[in-house]
DNA sequence: CGGGTGATTGAGCCCGCTCAACTCTCGTGG
DNA sequence: CCACGAGAGTTGAGCGGGCTCAATCACCCG
């Protein structure tokens, strides 16, 4: 059984009422969309940015930094589902309440606006709407892609996968800076710390990366590292 | 690592154009929307109802049966993604091309719209987009529990969260006809049939349940079940 | 330099997989 | 009616990938 000993409890400072403002930049939800007023807003690492099951009176735009969510079990054991990078939306929820915690993994800056008047303007505006369930439908195949991942993929697959995953939203030239810790990773791919630091060694001693520093990673090798990654093919 | 030797290789009948209509309803998409012209259809068991990569001209509503969605690597392993039972909308993708393969797990009818016209109704009409997302985000928040059953709970604990869901899609009662096969749970829960057959023996002799056949359940103690289910709390 | 956190590496174990035998159910045909 | 066969499910024995526990290393900040 997995357990982690450092069940670091964060902080919890969030906006019961709507967040203090630190600049006040009008900006639209996402191109296209100039109608929401939004209120830019930071969080240091770790921080708790909403917790699963809150009501869910705000929307959450990436301006900076990269934040997870995740869900526990009562006994500690944590999945992480998604990482969110600049340009992401996130804490978009139907239905009132957060099913996932929301964490800062870097010092983040985002785009705060109430989710009240989000759907209020879905409800009004067609494009808006559509907009948003294109959002939801790209998350669900993220998370559809997840699921195969954890369901069937072996320790290196799912690192290789991962890997790729970040390479792409990464500046590209095959170098990659990872924001997050090997916890955060183990997390998101349903592995030990442990495992995902020998799946590292193996696909660097196979010839696939090369790694300078834990954080720093260098793709020698992309094609040997999808094979690595076993994508699917039906 | 896990193979499927029993790689049924499912025929392939498809509607390219149109399907032939066995019966001809007029039945709104869902509820409160009428104006969507649909047609029914029926699969038999097994039967393949699109393909992962095809392209997506078909939204399918459910009215009787069951039918699964999954990917496949391509060695054969398998992740069931959902199992959809009347009522649920499936199929209904953004982006044009189906991402996962659906199949009859029973024989099975559903109402076929083609998904333009659906496109075309939310985009002109914000209760229809709204409507459409809620959907979506339904699905996910599916996606996201199943992501932490696969990431992090036991053979147990998923096979007992599985029942659990069967429950409540169930007639009540405690008594559960589960549909498909243990391939199809196994395949669903990431684990082997020969673990998920256990894991049924092992719940059973803890006194959770009862089986009267394969695939006839009887709940005797929800508490338990939910108990070994390991239901998250944050 | 020391303390602390994060990452790597090693040794051994265990849960779930593999392989295999057997049972059960059901449909088919003599 | 039973015999037979085929597919689905259960159970057992043994193995192995990934987990646990522990030691060591790398790095950062004091």
Redesign the pocket.
Known sequence: ???HT?ATQRTRARPQSFPVRTHAPIQGLFAGCPELPGVRFTYSRDEEIYGEGEPAEFVYKMVSGVIRTHKLLSDGRRQVGAFHFPGDLFGCERGGAHRLTAEAVTDAAVVVYRRRSCEALAARDAAVACRLWALAARDLDRAEEHLLLLGRK???ERVAAFLLQMAARSPAGGSIELPM???DIADYL?????????A??QLQSAGALH?S???RVQVRDPAALREMAEQELS
């Open positions: 059984m997995l357990m450092t072996t320790a290196v810790t090997r916890r349903g592995l030990t710390i442990e495992t995902v630091s020998r590292f060694s790694r520093g834990a954080r």
